[in-house]
T-cell receptor, first 115, second 110 residues
Framework: TAGITQAPTSQILAAGRSMTLRCTQDMRHNAMYWYRQDLGLGLRLIHYSNTAGTTGKGEVPDGYSVSRANTDDFPLTLASAVPSQTSVYFC??????????????FGEGSRLTVL | QKEVEQDPGPLSVPEGAIVSLNCTYSNSAFQYFMWYRQYSRKGPELLMY????GNKEDGRFTAQVDKSSKYISLFIRDSQPSDSATYLCAPTTGFQKLVFGTGTRLLVSP
């Protein structure tokens, strides 16, 4: 089973350029999330979407935007990349109808380097 | 002060050892206490979780929560090289509002 698919797996990007990280899930989960993971800082929530058509800001949303046009896709866009956005980005999903256990299903990550 | 504190390690143990991984937290509203395991260059995956205080056992793994001291523990018995990974604690107030610790890297040598 595929679960969460992220693309690209890695990318080097020049500062000032734009970039969209793609995320697709095949589990029909209603909620989706974008996290970034940095050494010493752990996983930090960037944006989330509780259902198609809605999005919300997480802990570190500045410099990022998201959209949720349908249930399966949740792209993350960096409009003008800066070196501090160098990180590993994880997309995740969850099924809130299963209650409050908070089980997230993660993709394999996208490693982004901004030079 | 961070909401969740976790020693980054690495913690190196020989195969067969008992491992203790710990987190402290500051938010008394946390009700669910999750442990995620993350292998190198992979996404985290849920290992187990507990609700409120007490213990929960799943095979070689035991999760323990002491809400009075705001202390979360994960014990691994008879550790195996395949247990080598980063372990992330993630308490939550509910409805996916997880707060992740920075993770403890565990190395189990054969």
């Amino acid at each position: 089973t595929a679960g969460i698919t992220q693309a690209p797996t890695s990318q080097i990007l020049a500062a000032g350029r734009s970039m969209t990280l793609r995320c697709t899930q095949d589990m029909r989960h209603n909620a989706m999330y974008w996290y970034r993971q940095d050494l010493g800082l752990g996983l930090r929530l960037i944006h989330y979407s509780n259902t198609a058509g809605t999005t919300g800001k997480g802990e570190v949303p500045d410099g990022y935007s998201v959209s949720r046009a349908n249930t399966d896709d949740f792209p993350l866009t960096l409009a003008s990349a800066v070196p501090s956005q160098t990180s590993v980005y994880f997309c995740a999903s969850s099924d809130s109808s299963r209650g409050d256990t908070g089980e997230l299903f993660f993709g394999e990550g996208s490693r982004l380097t901004v030079l | 002060q961070k909401e969740v504190e976790q020693d980054p390690g690495p913690l190196s143990v020989p195969e067969g050892a008992i491992v203790s991984l710990n987190c402290t937290y500051s938010n008394s509203a946390f009700q669910y206490f999750m442990w995620y395991r993350q292998y190198s260059r992979k996404g985290p995956e849920l290992l187990m979780y507990t609700y409120s205080s007490g213990n929960k056992e799943d095979g070689r793994f035991t999760a323990q929560v002491d809400k009075s001291s705001k202390y979360i523990s994960l014990f691994i018995r008879d550790s195996q090289p395949s247990d080598s990974a980063t372990y992330l604690c993630a308490p939550t107030t509910g409805f996916q509002k997880l707060v992740f610790g920075t993770g403890t890297r565990l190395l189990v040598s054969p």
